[in-house]
């Protein structure tokens, strides 16, 4: 974690938000001062300070350390083109299915769109806060939601509460693959 990314990070973002370094010391409850050698890199900020430097502009904290965006781009927009997200095969661990990220420069968002495989094999029950939406684009997927079956085929949707346990499978001869959108609620 680069401390002259960091400060340059919200630089650009106050810049950006046109805000001065008194507005976001008001909005932090940080020293205006502390602020500003945060950002000239002359002191490294604990990740909790981090946090609420990046509630404030509006992003989520990887966006300051640079794990997501990058420096000067404009953080309200990303556009991807085709096959740009980062896919992720999850074999190893005890979801057992891929996906693809859409979005992933997207600083602060409060929903995570992803294109998913499903295993054959139900490997997780899942139960977060937020909601959540899944749509067949190929196959077909059965997905459980508090113990009741739907069978889903292309062109189906659901929406559902996530801090309800759910999952689902891929059933047929090749993996389904659904657009799921998940929308975290945002604590200030």
């Known amino acids: 974690m680069s401390e002259e990314l960091i400060g340059k990070n919200i630089g650009i973002l106050r810049k950006m938000r046109k805000l001065t370094l008194q507005q976001l010391a008001d909005f932090t409850g940080l020293n205006k001062g502390y602020l500003s050698r945060i950002e000239r890199s002359k002191k490294s900020p604990p990740y909790s300070t981090l946090t609420r430097i990046a509630r404030s502009l509006g992003v989520d904290v990887n966006y300051l350390i640079n794990e997501e965006g990058e420096p000067g781009e404009d ?14 095969e999850t074999s190893d661990s005890p979801y057992g299915y891929a996906y693809q990220t859409l979005a992933s420069g997207k600083p602060g968002k409060n929903m995570q769109p ?10 997780a029950v899942f139960q977060h806060e ?13 997905f459980m939601y508090d113990g009741t079956r739907y069978l889903m085929e292309e062109g189906d949707c659901v929406y559902f509460d996530s801090g309800v346990p ?3 499978r891929s059933l047929g001869d090749k993996p389904a693959k659904l657009l799921a959108v998940i929308f975290f609620y945002k604590r200030l």
């Open 130 to 142: 937020g909601e959540e939406f899944l749509y067949v684009l190929e196959g077909t997927h059965e």
């Open 75 to 88: 953080p309200r927009i990303v556009f991807l083109k085709k096959n740009q997200g980062k896919t992720v």
């Open 166 to 168: 759910h999952t689902g």
């Open 114 to 123: 992803y294109i998913i495989e499903p295993a054959f094999e139900e490997q």
